[in-house]
């Protein structure tokens, strides 16, 4: 199993110059050849391949005025290359935005494919040495590959992937193995199964299968709002270009970097509390891109600020959770996001058409049950998630009449944001589309 570990590293002033010409010299190179492809591809209609790309470096080096290149560890080079092909890869397949040039201020990293190791404490690194490294874990395995990073408020940081074979793992899943083959109703449950519903008053409303609890987002960040808006008027005073204006930039990335340390560092403990709490997690398969569009992203709730321009927050807390939980053996069950885990009934199944956004708590008008709604959709996905375990098979196949694609765009999946009712993009109808045509049942609608 890969495993990835980030630690922070404190390079000593030489060292750290060294670093900038290399960060420097894999920057130009990304600059210059993404120029070159855009120019070659603009003449004969055909961009640059990677090995096109790394003999022509072969022979820049060779050229005097650009000779300083091979200060650089070369392998760095050429991954640079590598992830300006990929970067090429991503944007043709409609992955990802054309590549842009990078710049000197903001974050960049360089990628060592070999050749680092863990030396007195510290990481060692080809021309460069050995770096003071706060390094948390044991590592015992081979270091594959380093990739090290600088901040744009000038801080270094260092991610080593390297492979283990995590004995916790496979002793957990064997419990695990035990706890999936039984069915749904049986009490030999190994670990404790939980649902989750995300939502915005309170993050996320745990049931598992005894109590329901919910926890509050953070509320510290608004701390930071008000020091972020003063920074951020402060730059807008500056002149385009000036020096101060370039150390106010800092400062002002200075609070955004706060901000997301919070976050992350509160999504790291409440993932870790899910993760050490539970064996099995169900949560709804949130688009978080389609989030990110709608209102809500921008919406001026305390929140917003945690779910960050892309909706992270719950994207990331479910990489969190995902991850922690494989790697002891757990799982997250990511139940499909047309379940309208909200509409029904906890006890009887009724499902409720009516209900509207703004409904924070209703009472089933077949068995009279009085529902909290954040409650309610935590039991619902739960007992999805067991439905799914029990039949395992891993997608949620609903009874397409109750799939109405209008309804159901703004059915479980729509989220209240200050009573606006936030509309998810059209990607749910594409989705739709596959899931009928995956089902036996053909759609009537
Ligand atoms: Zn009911």
Not at 46 to 66: E, H, P, R, W
Request: charged content about 25%; glycine content about 6%; hydrophobic content about 35%.
């Amino acid at each position: 199993m890969l495993n990835v570990l980030k630690v922070r590293i404190y390079p000593n002033k030489q060292q750290e110059i060294a670093l900038n010409r290399n960060l420097g010299c894999a920057r130009f190179v990304w600059n210059y050849y993404l120029n070159k492809t855009n120019s070659q591809y603009q003449e004969i209609g055909k961009g640059m391949s990677y090995c096109q790309m790394a003999k022509d470096l072969t022979q820049l080096k060779k050229i005097s005025d650009y000779e300083w290149l091979t200060e650089a560890t070369a392998a760095t080079l050429q991954q640079a290359l590598k992830n300006l092909e990929s970067a090429f890869k991503n944007f043709f397949e409609k992955r990802a935005k054309f590549p842009r040039f990078k710049s000197k201020h903001k974050k960049q990293s360089i990628r060592y494919p070999e050749g680092c190791s863990i030396k007195k404490g510290g990481l060692a690194l080809p021309k460069i040495g050995v770096v003071k490294a706060k390094i948390t874990r044991q590592i015992t395995d081979k270091i594959k590959s380093v990739t090290l990073s600088k901040t744009s408020t000038d801080k270094y940081f260092a991610c080593l992937l390297f492979e283990t074979e995590d004995k916790a793992t496979i002793s957990k899943s064997a419990e695990c193995t035990d706890a999936f083959g039984v069915d749904s109703q049986s009490s030999r449950v190994v670990g404790k199964i939980s649902g989750i519903d995300l939502g915005l008053s309170s993050l996320v409303t745990v049931f598992d299968g005894e109590k329901t609890y919910s926890i509050d987002p953070i509320k510290p960040i608004r701390k930071y709002a008000k020091q972020l808006r003063r920074r951020q008027q402060n730059l807008s005073r500056k002149v385009k270009g000036s020096s101060n204006r370039q150390k106010n930039i800092k400062r002002v990335a200075k609070v955004h970097e706060k901000v997301a340390n919070t976050r992350a560092d509160f999504l790291h403990k409440l993932s870790r509390k899910l993760c050490d709490e539970n064996q099995i997690v169900v949560a709804e398969n949130l688009n978080i891109k389609g989030l990110a569009r709608t209102k809500l992203a921008k919406s001026p709730t305390p929140l917003a600020p945690l779910l960050g321009g892309d909706g992270g927050g719950f994207g990331m807390l479910l990489n969190f959770l995902s991850y922690k939980l494989e790697r002891e053996g757990g799982l997250l069950i990511e139940v499909d996001r047309f379940f309208p885990s909200t509409k029904l009934c906890s006890c009887c199944n009724f499902k409720n058409n009516l209900l509207t956004l703004s409904i924070r708590d209703w009472v089933c008008p077949e068995c009279q049950t009085h529902h909290d709604r954040d409650e309610n959709a935590a039991k619902n996905l739960r007992q999805e998630g067991l439905r799914i375990l029990s039949t395992s098979q891993p997608r949620s196949t609903l009874k397409l009449s109750e799939v109405e694609v209008p309804t159901n765009t703004e059915g479980h999946s729509e989220f209240q944001a200050c009573g606006e009712t936030v509309r998810l993009v059209n990607t749910c109808i594409k989705q739709q589309v596959s899931m009928n045509q995956e089902s036996p049942v053909t759609a009537s609608a």
